[in-house]
């Protein structure tokens, strides 16, 4: 849902048996995955460039920026 400070709240859901069993690899395109069909779902709502969020998606998945630790 999209408010009128444009925040929207989108629930995706995830095969977990998918994830648990997948490689890195696997799991990283899981994840584009599930944030370009929650893009996919608004952005019929407002001003919002798919093409140009989708090329920064792969960018900053392909950078080294993100790193996750336990």
Do not use: H, P, W
């Amino acid at each position: 849902m999209i408010g009128l400070n444009s925040i929207a709240s989108i629930e995706i859901r995830m095969d977990f048996e998918k994830y648990v069993n997948a490689d890195k690899t696997e799991k990283k395109q899981m994840y584009k995955d599930m944030i370009a069909k929650a893009i996919k779902k608004v952005k019929n709502k407002g001003k919002f460039d798919y093409v140009t969020f989708c090329k920064d998606l792969e960018a900053f998945a392909n950078s080294s920026l993100l790193t996750c630790s336990q």
